[in-house]
């Protein structure tokens, strides 16, 4: 899932980044409303979180500018406002957003207002959910994996939930560096309460399953120091 952030403070640009990397979602920043045009033209995101105050064009026209593209994957949008007068221009969402927050915002909140827009858009069915690399492809909706190591044969892996999980966070953002506290909130959740180890536990079974010399990994690489990154071109 791409997200775009456009907001012109540069702090609150970095925490919602951060709080929305954590959950695996892939972020890029702009500051400024005419550059996130044309970044919503060129990623085309599935969602846009989108202040209403900005440079050069205010979020209140970049949404409707975002809505009268056609031809264009239609995001979701969750507007940002200060509190006071702002909220009442935004909260007939006549503007075409989806959803707002009002700043200040816990990240907590921020991800369950993001997660209910895309659970929304899967009940649509509009966002497919399979995830291809060069050796796997992974259908969250029907919940299964399989793996291609030549053009002629592929095999459907026998996965525990978890391991599926797991192996569906790691395709979702290839090349992403994971540390293990990030892993347990993708796949416990934050109020996890245990040791940190368990995490090297089942990357140890996804390998058994899924590489073919689990003793030199070729796909979930470890970095020293810091976690697991699944590398494996996107296709
Ligand atoms: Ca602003």
Known sequence: ??????????????????????????CHICRDGLVALRAFQEQQPDLIVLDLMLPSLDGLEVCARIRQKSGLKDPYILMLTAKGEEIDRVIGLSTGADDYLVKPFSPR???ARVRALLRRSLRQGGQQQIYRTQHFIVDVEQHSASRQLDPTSAEIL??????????????????RVWNRTQLIDKLWGSDFFG????????????????????ANPAFIKTIVGVGYKFEDPTV
């Open 109 to 111: 909140e921020l991800v």
């Open 195 to 214: 040791d940190e180890r368990v995490v090297d536990t089942h990357v140890a079974r996804l390998r058994k399953k899924i590489e073919l010399d689990p």
């Open 158 to 175: 026998d996965l525990t939930t978890l391991e599926f999980n797991l192996l569906t966070t790691f395709i979702s953002n290839p090349g």
């Open 1 to 26: 899932m791409d997200i775009l952030i456009v907001e012109d403070e540069p702090e609150i640009a970095r925490l919602l980044q951060m709080t929305l990397e954590t959950e695996g979602f892939s």
